[in-house]
């Protein structure tokens, strides 16, 4: 299974990474962080490719992907 | 070539005036700005200057006026709330003609609001520096790497004129990432031979605004109002497919650039939009907006606001073409989509009359 780290501090809820997000597996946390926004959460982790879109796109470079390592599926 | 860089636009504000030589910076955090004193503590020690995190809004620009009235280039920063608190020390320093930077990185509101990009301090930054005749001189950016080219101009600005300069900016501003070349650090010399550092010989150095002499506190004022017409010069704006345009979109900041998306599309649909996008806030464009409306059936305001710098626009075009006004506010940001259907519909009306 992906493992998709978001750093909830760094993130200021820009959206973009929910908008290129090919499974739409993304969403916007009901807290708020420090800085007073909404921070990115995946929502849905069974359905994440690990197609680190949203961390290329990330203009904060908050997102961090992990991928299975082959065969261990 | 330089070579450019990726920043915040709150980062390229604060980088912009470390090489124009700010050596003091005053503030207290509030977003959606925060990323200016932050990288303000981590560089401005490095220049030999002074980082200071006030107890309040109030307190800082309250140092500013002290440090920029002993000579020193001064910055402070804020969103809409602590732009309304520091209201009164600026009054003071443009009561006593102290030259400072304040960076208003607009928020949605009124009161505590929200930390959504906005423009509805508008009316508190051009209208008047807090109580009294006093004005800021206001410049708006609609890109990052503008925000870092109005910093420099900001602060000669500030010297030129004696006066608090205002950038304003909004949320959306500061937090988007963009390229920019950075300017070479300034290396002329300023004119502070008003300042508070050791008068000599000469006569002494005062720095104040009270004056109890109601005679003498009007010259004060016919001087003021003096420098404010001499500024009139300094008025800036950018006209976009303007020359030929029936439909024109007024806008500044960045509502300026989902306009200038949105007249595009128009021109794409055979609407003969244009975008005039004043840079500089006060002074205000009169000329190039009473131009502009001249050549127009219709003028199309377009803020994040219920409805501000379009009492402006109305003042300058001076009936010459109907002006209409769309906003979205409380830190909902309109899309090129939506722009679009605004202009198609004055565009509709003014055909119609």
């Known amino acids: ?73 | 070539m330089m070579t450019p860089a990726l920043m915040k636009g709150n980062e390229a504000i604060a980088e912009s005036a470390l090489r124009a030589g700010v050596r003091a910076y005053f503030g207290y955090p509030i977003t959606p700005q925060s990323e200016l004193p932050e990288y303000m503590a981590r560089r401005l020690p490095e220049h030999g200057g002074v980082f200071l995190q006030a107890e309040s809004e109030v307190a800082a620009i309250n140092m500013v006026f002290g440090a920029a009235g002993a000579g020193v280039r001064a910055l402070i920063s804020t969103s809409g709330p602590g732009f309304s608190l520091m209201q009164e020390g600026l009054s003071y320093l443009v009561g006593s003609e102290v030259p400072c930077v304040v960076v208003d990185m607009m928020r949605g509101g009124p009161g505590l609001g929200n930390v959504a990009p906005a423009q509805g301090d508008y009316f508190q930054a051009t209208k008047s520096a807090g109580h009294g005749d006093g004005r800021l001189l206001v410049l708006a950016p609609a890109s990052v790497q503008e925000a870092c080219d109005l910093t420099l101009l900001a602060f000669d600005l500030a010297d030129r004129y004696r006066n608090p300069v205002a950038i304003l900016g909004d949320g959306l501003l500061g937090q988007m990432m963009e390229q920019v070349v950075l300017p070479d650090p300034v290396t002329s010399l300023r004119d502070v031979t008003w300042a508070t550092t050791g008068a000599g010989d000469g006569p002494a150095r005062v720095i104040t605004s009270i004056n109890l002499e109601p005679e003498a506190l009007e010259a004060h004022n016919r001087h003021l109002q003096e420098k404010y017409r001499r500024a009139q010069q300094e008025v800036r704006w950018e006209s976009y497919r303007v020359d030929d345009a029936g439909v024109v979109v007024v806008a500044y900041g960045i509502a300026a650039r989902i306009a200038r998306t949105a007249v595009d599309r128009a021109r794409a649909r055979g609407i003969d939009a244009g975008l005039l996008r004043p840079v500089t806030l006060f002074p205000f464009p009169s000329r190039a907006v009473a131009e502009a409306a001249g050549r127009a059936r219709a003028v199309l305001v377009a803020e994040l606001s219920a409805g501000q710098m379009v009492e402006d626009v109305r003042l300058a075009v001076e009936g010459r073409a109907p002006v209409r006004f769309y906003g979205r506010c409380g830190g909902v940001v309109f899309t090129p989509p939506e722009l679009l259907e605004q202009i198609e519909r004055v565009a509709a009306e003014a055909r119609s009359s």
Do not use: W
């Not at chain 1, 200021?12 to 708020?32: D, E, I, N, T």
């Not at chain 1, 909404?38 to 849905?44: E, I």
């Not at chain 1, 949203?54 to 599926?73: H, K, Q, S």
């Open chain 1, 1 to 73: 299974m992906a493992r998709v780290v978001i750093d909830q501090q760094l993130c200021k809820g820009c959206q973009l990474c929910a908008v290129v997000c090919p499974p739409g597996v993304l969403a916007f946390s009901l807290k708020l962080n420090s800085a007073g926004y909404h921070p990115a959460v995946l929502a849905d982790d069974g359905r994440c490719t690990s197609c680190t879109a949203c961390a290329l796109v990330c203009p904060d470079v908050a997102i961090t992907v992990y991928r299975p390592e082959a065969g261990a599926r």
